[in-house]
């Protein structure tokens, strides 16, 4: 079955903290891999992708993901957090049986200033 | 590029009633739009999916005839949620494709449903 699994639900940091969000997924085909951020208020806003090539993915705003196939792996970092990190973070596996993108449960981040 | 929009942004309505949301692609034209929803605290839930000129098709669980999708035009996707009921309310969101094939998708910001 395919399935994305965020362990973290809600993580509190101070400004210049450094973030990392567990991302783990489950499936058998190629990998295609998201990460979207979710301001308050705002709508889903893709943060960076990875398809293939270099597991190592950079994206917008100092974010970055590390794709770890043995790990089933697709964790966000950022190494120094600012308080408009604070929002919704959703980690999303693209099926490419079907094109239909799965979601995690989502990992709320409140970054205190 | 690629913005889509919904509206309206937040509707409440009388239990038994229909709403109708909008989602519109407002720079290109969407041949794939999806509808998804969101409880408070949880994931997105792909409802259905809506190709420009043929009928939708619904995920397992979820009532074709109770969310009416219509994809009439290539910017423009409708979700109507019929006589609805207090579980209904939620967050309902649309994302559209620019191309076939394409990897990722653009979300709209979303509507709020609350049924009284």
């Known amino acids: 079955a395919q399935s994305v699994s965020q362990h973290n639900h809600h993580v509190i940091l101070s400004e210049a903290a450094s973030l990392e969000l567990g991302c783990n997924y489950s499936?058998?085909?190629?990998?295609?891999l998201f990460w979207y951020v979710q301001y308050p208020g705002q709508h889903l806003q893709l943060l960076l992708k990875?398809?293939?090539?270099?597991?190592l993915v950079k994206g917008i705003k100092g974010f970055e993901a590390e794709f770890i196939k043995s790990k089933f792996s697709f964790n966000l970092r950022k190494p120094s957090v600012q308080w408009s990190d604070t929002a919704e973070y959703f980690c999303?596996?693209?099926?490419?049986?079907?094109?239909?993108?799965?979601f995690g449960q989502g990992t709320t981040l409140q970054v205190k200033p | 590029g690629a913005v889509v929009s919904q509206h309206p942004s937040w509707v409440i309505c009388k239990s038994g009633t229909s709403v109708k949301i909008e989602c519109r692609s407002l720079?290109?034209?969407?041949?794939?739009m999806f509808w998804y929803r969101q409880f408070p605290k949880q994931s997105l839930m792909l409802m259905a999916t809506s190709n420009e000129g043929s009928k939708a098709t619904y995920e397992q669980g979820v009532e074709k005839d109770k969310f009416l999708i219509n994809h009439a035009s290539l910017t423009l996707s409708t979700l109507t949620v019929t006589s609805a009921h207090p579980e209904d309310s939620s967050f309902y969101i649309c994302s559209a494709l620019r191309f076939r094939g394409e990897d990722t998708q653009y979300f709209g910001p979303g509507t709020r449903l609350t049924v009284l």
């Open positions: 990875y398809f293939s090539g270099d597991p």
């Open positions: 720079d290109f034209q969407a041949t794939t």
């Open positions: 999303a596996l693209l099926s490419s049986n079907t094109g239909k993108l799965i």
């Open positions: 499936y058998g085909g190629t990998v295609n």
